[in-house]
């Protein structure tokens, strides 16, 4: 029987690549199929929610503000709300995840992992990345400009799954005095990180680290640095029913504008037809 929370993709462009052309569940996942990655760098996805009205983000007043959940609605047992929980799992399953440093100290608990603690159990997604040649565990890549990160942080301390920083020398140097190399934490330095330390950084993710597929979860600073890079391949987005009133929040972001943007829009469904939720996937680059 069919999951309840099952997003119907009722256009899908991408079933004809054999990576992830079979589902790991197809009772809870629809297959989707990812190209093969570039010849020199991984392929990179970003994972985004947005509102009705297409905000993301802004300023966080408290600790409490926080933008996403805002974004997502109050009720977490919600089915379009654990649809879209379980589809940011699904896409970690493909490879491995990265974020922005904020995002990192935003969420003190967050580990990308298909299960994080407290989640139903997913055995079948591991065992589509150990069938697929991938570690059990998603490489978790965190980029920082400044090194400013908490090494106590569970993302660094997870038994069995490798954290990577992607850096500059100035990080590198802050990261160090924190611990980072007394802690085997691995460091790709750049000395800066603009498209072209962006692009050189990736290369080595994808010849030093073995990251051939990589799920970015944000935040919106890291997605448009990729982006203007040239390295945000395609984007999966969640659209919510919540209307956000941008005059209540100071620094709104909103998203990417995907037409204007040359993107495709290759994918879209949702878990009924008349769901408040609606899953879309944009391509911006093209094999």
Request: glycine share 10%; with cysteine.
């Amino acid at each position: 029987m069919t999951c309840a929370t099952r997003v119907h993709w009722y256009r899908n462009l991408e079933a004809r690549y054999p990576f992830g052309r079979t589902s790991p569940d197809p009772e809870r996942w629809e297959p989707i199929g990812f190209p093969p990655p570039w010849e020199d760098r991984p392929w990179i996805y970003g994972v985004m929610v947005a509102s009705a009205n297409g905000v993301v983000a802004w300023s966080r007043k408290a600790g409490g503000d926080d933008p996403v959940l805002t974004v997502l609605g109050g009720d977490n047992t919600r089915r379009e709300r654990i649809a879209d929980r379980r589809q940011m799992r699904f896409y970690r399953a493909f490879g491995d995840a990265g974020i922005g440093a904020q995002t990192n100290r935003d969420q003190p608990r967050l580990v990308q992992t298909p299960q994080e603690p407290g989640d139903e159990p997913v055995p079948e997604l591991y065992r589509f990345r150990v069938e697929h040649g991938l570690p059990y565990h998603p490489r978790n890549i965190i980029y920082s400009l400044y090194g400013r990160l908490g090494l106590d942080h569970p993302v660094f301390n997870m038994p069995g799954l490798e954290a990577i920083v992607v850096t500059t020398e100035a990080g590198a140097g802050e990261l160090t005095t924190r611990g980072a190399g007394v802690r085997g934490i691995p460091l790709i330095v750049e000395p800066c990180l603009d498209p072209a330390g962006l692009e050189r950084a990736h290369a080595r993710l994808f010849a030093d680290r073995g990251v051939r597929y990589l799920a970015c979860e944000g935040g919106d600073t890291i997605l448009r640095a990729l982006h203007a890079a040239r390295l945000l391949d395609e984007v999966f987005l969640t659209v919510t029913d919540v209307e956000i009133d941008e005059s209540e929040h100071e620094g709104v972001l909103k998203i990417f504008d995907f037409a204007r943007e040359g993107a495709e829009l290759i994918a879209e469904g949702r878990i009924a037809p008349d769901s408040g939720f609606t899953f879309r996937r944009w391509r911006f680059n093209r094999r």
